[in-house]
């Protein structure tokens, strides 16, 4: 397939934080959460404290901005800086540093895959309310490469957020466990069979009818929860799709994805493996929580 035919980038969590994770019928406790529910009180306005963190980041990167403007990781540190900013206007500065510890996780997952599979790659770069992305320097051999390069993100995302529930089994911190949640969350809505997510991804090296059965998933779950996302990810993945579907006979293609039955099932065990082990986490470590 030429590069034309085949997107250069991952974008493994893009309907994370301005969607479904952020809706109004879940939110995730703050680090310090002095009101309990039913204490009659109203809890204070963070727009202070907000406005105070973004100074504060202003200041450092006034200060340092030209020092990292140096350094080989200065696009990555300095979205990462500014994504923690985004967050924390939703959550708070504590849960937006994990929440974007632990998507620096799952894209270090892509990368150090890309790297094993000698596909060069940009490193990661942190979009506020999209997620991340890499951009692929180069095409994989095959379906098979591409879905071992999909799957390494949730694969690292998911053992990330196995670490912190087992953090916060031990300590009963709350906080904690709403951060796994959001992590196994966040994972399981990747590996969606619908592209461009990194489950679409993955399941092309099985069957392409599948994409067909992931688009329309994310339609329903559009209509069931709508987002502002959302869409963005069905027009992407409705366009990448025609894009593959148009090309599916020519000889680039078929050598593409014509993989040996070992292959396929190595991507299918590992694939179904993952969406069960993000569904078991997601209902262990949820928390409902009444808002208002």
């Known amino acids: 397939m030429t590069q034309a035919d085949h997107p250069d980038y991952y974008a ?6 301005g969607g479904p994770a952020a809706g109004p019928y879940w939110t995730p406790p703050p680090a310090n959460d002095p009101l309990g529910p039913g204490s009659g009180r109203t809890r204070p306005r963070r727009r202070g404290r907000v406005g105070s963190g973004l100074a504060a980041l202003g200041a450092f990167l006034a200060k340092y901005g030209v020092l990292l403007a140096k350094l080989k990781y200065a696009g990555l540190v300095i979205s990462m800086l500014v994504s923690v900013a985004a967050y924390a206007l939703l959550w708070g500065w504590s849960f937006a540093a994990g929440f974007v510890a632990l998507l620096f996780v799952h894209e270090a997952g892509h990368w150090v895959e890309m790297r094993r599979q000698r596909i060069p790659a940009s490193k990661p770069m942190f979009i506020p309310f999209l997620g991340a992305i890499i951009s692929m320097r180069g095409m994989p051999v095959n379906a098979y490469q591409e879905a071992r390069v999909a799957l390494a993100g949730p694969a690292t995302g998911t053992a990330a957020s196995v670490l912190v529930a087992l953090w916060a089994a031990h300590t009963g911190s709350a906080f904690l466990q709403a951060l796994a949640f959001v992590g196994f969350f966040l994972n399981l809505f990747n590996l969606l069979p619908a592209l461009p997510l990194d489950g679409g991804r993955a399941v092309g090296a099985l069957h392409p009818a599948i994409w067909l059965a992931g688009l329309a998933g994310l339609v329903a779950f559009e209509l069931w929860r709508p987002s502002p996302v959302v869409p963005i990810i069905i027009i992407l993945g409705g366009v990448e799709l025609l894009r593959r579907w148009r090309n599916r006979n020519s000889p680039a293609a078929r050598t593409y994805y ?35």
């Open 12 to 17: 493994p969590l893009p309907a994370t934080a």
């Open 258 to 292: 014509s993989l040996t039955r070992s292959q396929r099932t190595a991507v299918a065990v590992a694939y179904l493996g993952l969406v069960a082990l993000t569904i078991y986490g997601a209902h262990a470590t949820y928390v409902l929580r009444h808002v208002g």
